[in-house]
């Protein structure tokens, strides 16, 4: 099967074949090659794969195709549910793209925007939904949306969507969905948490890993500072003097470390933005939107809010703090080598911040290079901001769940 190489050989119809030659995609990534097939063929899947290994079109074509050759109604057929409105948004841009030539109608669904829009837009009906949970039961609650007609669920970033607590409202969604249907689940991790939601949800899936835990993407240089907290924005200044710092994702902490650090930084002169959950949405668009035009050449963001950013040039990764999770550091320095392309990473890591340095050199099972400063001895780490995972219900799944035909249907 991973001899497979081009987008007929994995069953892809022409109409999503000139889309995809039209956007430069010659050759499958791994994910799309393993899942491509499975997916055509009705199978429920988990996909333990980061953002940039190509994983929305793996689940956006297959869907897109069978879609198209269904019967057409008016409510929605698919449903993909996302953590952040960004990474929701984004999700809706390639269903849109990749369904041009189909004809299906896609609308997202978020919270922290007025919901008449998006209930429009439904009311003229609609094939694929793609939402962040709250406003979806919202809308449903309201009788907006009948998630009777669901084929397709795809949870992305599952375990994102546990960190931020949506695990009871993804469980709420999921007892409206018909029995019969095709899931997917996506993760970068996976958590116990994580695993039993899968377990009751899919039927049957197969697993595909594409990233495997132990490795950080090899093209990206990454290197560390040891510098105790006053430091640190001397040190970004420092580096921002270099030219080939030309756009750049530093990360913080807090939501109020990002403002901090925006405000000197512009106080500084260098152009910037802070993103992050306390903004409203369309502040949120704006500023992504100036940093991808290259008018700002640092976005400071809280993890949350960076989820599904989607920037292509990305040069530096600034970890202005280390994250307390050390997935969470494959993730961020991941926004700089966007399929395929290399880039750099530099953590910035101060006393309290030696133990998480440490789990993320053990999870990438080689240690950064020290670029800068020695090893500070060891004071007590930080809180956490998010204050921990939610438990989250205990459901055992004691029934199984009843497949139909799917896998007919999709021949
Ligand atoms: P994702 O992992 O879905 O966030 O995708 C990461 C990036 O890779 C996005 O910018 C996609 O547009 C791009 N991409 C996805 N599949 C391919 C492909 N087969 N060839 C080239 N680029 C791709």
Do not use: W
């Not at 039209?22 to 429920?44: C, H, M, S, W």
């Not at 405000?263 to 949120?284: F, P, T, V």
């Not at 050199?361 to 080689?366: G, M, S, T």
Request: charged share 25%; net charge positive.
């Amino acid at each position: 099967m991973t001899n497979l190489s081009t987008f007929t050989d994995l069953g892809v119809d022409e109409p999503i074949r000139r889309v995809l030659a039209a956007r430069g995609y010659d050759t499958p990534t791994p994910i799309q090659v393993r899942a491509i097939p499975l997916l055509l063929d009705g199978e429920d899947v988990i996909g333990i794969a980061q953002t940039g290994t190509g994983k929305t079109a793996a689940f956006a074509l297959p869907i897109v195709q069978q879609l198209s050759l269904g019967q057409r109604r008016r409510e929605a057929r698919a449903l993909i549910l996302a953590p952040t409105r960004e990474l929701a948004a984004q999700i809706a841009d390639s269903f849109a793209a990749y369904g041009k030539n189909s004809g299906l109608r896609v609308s997202v669904i978020f919270g922290g925007v007025p919901q008449r829009r998006q209930t429009d837009r439904l009311r003229r009906g609609v094939d694929i939904v793609v939402a962040t949970p709250g406003r979806l039961l919202d809308l449903v609650a309201q009788g907006h949306l009948d998630l009777g007609f669901v084929e397709h669920l795809v949870l992305d970033e599952a375990d994102r969507m546990l960190d931020m607590g949506f695990i009871p409202d993804v469980r709420k969604i999921i007892r409206a969905l018909p029995r019969d249907r095709q899931s997917l689940l996506f993760s970068a991790t996976m958590p116990p948490e994580v695993t039993r939601l899968a377990r009751e949800i899919l039927h049957e899936p197969t697993r595909i890993d594409i990233a495997p835990k132990a490795v950080t993407v090899a093209a990206i240089r990454q290197t560390v500072h040891f510098v105790e907290g006053p430091g640190k924005f001397g040190l970004l200044c420092d580096l921002m003097a270099d030219e080939s710092f030309s756009r750049v994702i530093a990360f913080t902490r807090t939501k109020r470390r990002a403002d901090r650090v925006a405000k000197q930084l512009a106080k500084a002169g260098i152009a910037c933005e802070a993103i992050h959950g306390d903004k409203a949405q369309n502040a949120r668009q704006r500023a992504l939107e100036s940093f991808r035009q290259g008018r700002v050449r640092v976005l400071v963001a809280t993890d949350i809010a960076a989820r599904g950013i989607d920037v292509t040039g990305v040069s530096h990764v600034v970890n202005f703090d280390l994250p307390n999770e050390a997935e969470v550091y494959v993730h961020r320095i991941g926004r700089t080598a966007r399929a395929g392309a290399g880039g750099a990473a530099i953590s910035f890591c101060d006393s309290s911040e030696r133990d998480y340095l440490r789990a993320i050199n053990a999870l990438i099972r080689k240690p950064i290079a020290v670029e800068g400063g020695t090893m500070p001895p060891r004071v007590a780490a930080p809180e956490s901001p998010r204050g921990g995972k939610p438990a989250g219900p205990r459901r055992r799944n004691n029934r199984p769940r009843r497949r139909g035909d799917h896998a007919n249907r999709a021949a």
